[in-house]
């Protein structure tokens, strides 16, 4: 892949960076291995929106549910865990300019958890684990599907202490001055989340897979489903502090976004450490196993504190863009740092997209279906998935794919390949996963469940007449699947080509365009020597609440009216039901 | 007080707890306004709302549970569809729904804008109580009954659509929900619903 290492630093020549190229190797291998996750996935996605697309309906019901379980392992479990390790790595070495703690370890965490996937792998697609992502009791799978989620979170708790390791040697060396970067907090607050997630994992898994050999009786299956949704959710939440520190970094490499406050910024991620893993209650609303206070109390995260940090980044982020934009003289009325933005830079419209959908469509859905009593007219419908597919697949993946338009020529030191088809890659996979969103939300609001192989229930004793509507939405979610599909596997395509075959790249002469190389680094958003005194004068008093920022307020704004009503929307709908209590 | 400018790929030399900026606290409480509406919604529905999944909640054995529907469908029983009884409860009595790979158990036959207590439970797997086409979800495990006070509103042939999955048969798992209305009225019988078992695949 690279040349033969012959220091154990090389010093990069865009960011000027000292990067040590053991760290290096295991960010390449982990974002490798990610991807290769990512078209196992995106090819049983695609057989799987064939499937529900009810006049396609393509697979047989075993094939079905088996890649259902497939599909949601490789995602949710194997891209996006490897991945966040890549991004630990790199956050804590390249951003850092530290040297990776015991990198051979790292490999061997990393065979471990390569091992881990494999033996999920063989149980799933031979028939021996048809039990979905979720694998709850009395469903029982082969004791190797379980022991391979088990090496795969050990391995990965060891890589998230090395981490934490890198840390500290990065504190003692004094590679850095001062307190760490905003990015590598956010991604110190994935590594504590993650730590949080794995030990559920391994209260869920351990007693499951020792049931699996017969050793102890069966664990209670509501005791399961709130343990694994303590693994379950928290894991999504790794994935939301990854995903805004990765927000955070591709507004600097992007637009030169500044950090508005670092307090508020920081203490935003601190309430996600300490109140997201009570976020397993969302998936337990309308369980037999639990109260209304506990509900109320867990599914808010107390008071709704994760929410608030999750606001709040949709807030800083924006505004960090938009200061950013006009401290580098884009000062035009209230959208024009928006308007003159690169729009062209893959990495700026990942960015845009996924703050967009994830806040518009992924938060706002998550907190009304989270809620204690509309949760009975979602639970199990075509609506949950409608909801993750907008917070985990349009935020968090796409996000991953612009950082990747970034560690391809920054990490991997090659030109990215197929490059108009990489500039218009976020706009194609991010369309396309909106229609799926929007069919499977619509769809779920009329009754469709989840997880179901043949709504036109055509073995069941009774019929069901869906709405009619309810066709028309599941070939929106089968059109927009496709249209997904195919920008999945650009970026792969993208990423495969461009470690494997690509061209290694030039230099770059700073100011001129490039073919392959993101605007961001020939054009780097380099901020005026003034730029403290201009950004003394944005913040002047005198101009009000609307400060240095005006068009990310009127944005914010636009964004909680859409709440709003989408919240008392649903309140509204739910009161039409039969009383229930 | 501000920071100098800086981005997030950068370390923060010295204090960085500073006053935030007046349009970030004016965000920042908003935002915690608007948290504190959507908490408070939810104890307020339990008392001004009518539909909550509070009920009664109780373990119980999963045997006892079967056998005490199937106590509950000959005491009440009015008829038969596929094999199913057709159970008739008075008003206000305890009713119950066993759920049991791949079928309902019985058929209830209510009377709309009369108060049931349903018991909800499942005789092996997870399951899930859908009905259709009121979209009112409840999850059933075995070894829980999940006791709900249900006053159907209106006259009509319901379904009862599992949304967990349950195994491979999960998508053939329907049953079937009955509610006349208050005069007693016949409601239109089942007419459109077909037996297709084993038609496909």
Known sequence: MSAVATSPVRICDVTGRRIHRSAEQLVKANAVVAVVALLVGIIAALLLVLTRWQAVHLLPPTWYYRLLGVHGMNMLIFFI????????????????????????????????????SLMVEWAQWSGRADVLYTSYPPLKAHPVFYLGVILFAVGALLVTCQFFATLVIARRERTYEGSLPLVVYGAMTAAIIAVITLVHGAMTYIP???????????????????????????????????????????????????????????????????????????HLLVDPGFGPAWK?????????????????HGFTV????????????????????????????????????SVVV?????????????????????????????????????????????ATYYLLPLVFRRRVAFWKLARIQPYLFSGGMLLLVLGMTFAGS?????????????????????????????????????????????????????VFFGEPLPEITRGVEMHGVPRGLTHPPVHAPDADERNAALHDPARGIAGATPGTLVLVAVFLLAFVVYYFANWKLLSFLWKIG | MLT?????????????????HKSEKVWVAIAFAWCMVLFAMMPLWHFRGGQNPAGVRTRVDPRAFHERTMEFAAQYKVGEDRGTPIVQPPPGADVYLTALTYSWYPILQLVAGKEYMLHISSRDMNHGFSLYPMNINFQIIPGYDYALRVTPTEAGDFRIVCNEFCGIGHHAMVGRMIVVDSTGAEVADNASARVLGGASR
Not at chain 1, 255 to 277: D, H, M, Q, T
């Open chain 2, 4 to 20: 100098k400018v800086h981005t997030g790929l950068d370390p923060v030399p010295g204090i960085w707890w500073r006053p935030a």
């Open chain 1, 81 to 116: 865990i490897f991945f966040e390790m890549a991004v630990l790595w790199f956050a804590a070495t390249v951003l850092l300019n530290a040297r990776p703690a015991a990198p051979r370890l790292g490999w061997v965490n990393f065979g471990v958890m390569l091992l881990g």
């Open chain 1, 358 to 402: 994830f806040g518009f469509v992924g938060g706002i859905t998550g907190v009304t279906l989270g809620t204690e009593q509309i949760n009975i007219i979602a639970h199990n419908t075509m609506r949950i998935p409608g909801h993750f597919h907008s917070t985990v697949v349009s935020g968090t993946a796409l996000a991953f794919m612009g």
């Open chain 1, 296 to 312: 109320i109390v867990n599914t808010s995260y107390f008071m709704y504190m994760a929410v608030l940090a999750s606001m709040v």
């Open chain 1, 318 to 353: 924006p505004a960090g863009m938009e200061l950013g934009m006009r401290l580098r003289g884009y000062t035009d009325g209230l959208f024009g740092w928006l308007r003159r933005a690169p729009w062209g830079d893959p990495g700026f419209s990942s960015l845009v997209l």
């Open chain 1, 208 to 282: 499951t897979f020792l049931w699996s050999i017969g050793l102890i009786a069966m664990p209670d299956p509501q005791v399961y489903r709130m343990l694994w949704w303590a693994l379950g959710h928290s894991a999504q939440q790794i994935n939301v502090a990854a995903m805004v520190a990765i927000w955070y970094m591709l507004g600097a490499l992007t637009v030169g976004a500044v950090v508005l406050n670092e307090k508020v910024s920081r203490s935003a991620f601190v309430l996600y450490i300490l109140f997201i893993s009570m976020a397993s209650a969302h």
């Open chain 1, 446 to 498: 009329f009754g469709v469940p989840r997880r179901h192989w043949d709504i036109s229930f055509s073995q069941a004793p009774f019929d069901v007449p869906f709405n009619p509507a309810v066709d028309i939405f599941l070939a929106v979610m089968g059109i927009g699947g496709i249209i997904a599909f195919l920008g999945g596997l650009s970026f792969i395509l993208i990423a495969v080509k461009s």
